[in-house]
């Protein structure tokens, strides 16, 4: 079985501060792994993925991601957080092994970024 | 190029009812995926549509069911509503399978009452 667990509902942090928020995961073979995020009443956008390769991924509006096998982590990590990152975060994963395109998605975060 | 689109944005229906969404990936996208999110439950799988075929099925009951067309548009239909069907059902369409990330549509807001 495949799963994703992101352990806060909720993370705030002051402007100009680095951020991250927490991911783990669990599958039976190599994991894709991705990040969206949410704005209200909108849909998902893309932010970063890992696939393979290099363990730090950069994506979109300055975010990146460390992959850690070891420790089956995915945190998103961005060096200064700006108010606009408000938003809900999304971690999820894909098994590579099923070959299946269905995201399992995390319960979400949500980050309050405070001026 | 254009987003995935979704319609209608919102819908009342009531109890006992049937409704249809739709979905247009994004041209050349031919997998589209469906989405139920609530606040209870959070992003669920419903189905992955893959040149007109099903490929892969959430855990559901058989009153969701959706379809795809030669050009890619995806509908998905729910009859006999629940009021626990209430939800934002989102569309994601991808290049293909495997590495590519999925690209969300804003999604249908679906009340019923």
């Known amino acids: 079985a495949q799963s994703v667990a992101q352990p806060e509902d909720q993370v705030n942090v002051a402007e100009g501060n680095p951020l991250t928020v927490k991911c783990t995961y669990s599958?039976?073979?190599?994991?894709?792994l991705f990040w969206y995020v949410q704005y209200p009443n909108r849909g998902l956008q893309f932010l970063l993925k890992y696939i393979t390769g290099d363990n730090l991924v950069k994506g979109s509006y300055g975010f990146e991601a460390e992959f850690n096998k070891s420790q089956t982590s995915f945190h998103l990590k961005k060096p200064s957080a700006l108010v606009s990152d408000s938003a809900l975060y999304f971690c999820a994963v894909r098994d590579y092994q099923t070959g299946a395109n269905n995201l399992f998605f995390g319960t979400g975060t949500r980050l309050t970024v405070i001026p | 190029k254009a987003g995935v689109t979704q319609t209608p944005r919102y819908l009342i229906k009531t109890r006992g009812q049937q409704v249809t969404l739709s979905c247009s990936p994004i041209s050349g996208h031919r997998s589209v995926s469906w989405y139920q999110q609530t606040p209870g439950q959070g992003l669920q799988f419903l189905f992955e549509y893959f040149s007109e075929t099903q490929r892969n099925k959430g855990n559901f009951p058989g009153r969701f069911s959706g379809r795809q067309f030669s050009n890619s548009r995806s509908e998905m239909n729910v009859s006999t509503l629940e009021l626990g069907d209430s939800a934002l059902y989102l569309c994601?369409?991808?290049?293909?399978?495997?590495?590519?990330?999925?690209?969300f549509g804003p999604g249908t807001r679906l009340t019923v009452l």
């Open positions: 994601a369409s991808s290049s293909q399978t495997g590495i590519n990330e999925q690209f």
């Open positions: 599958v039976s073979g190599n994991p894709y």
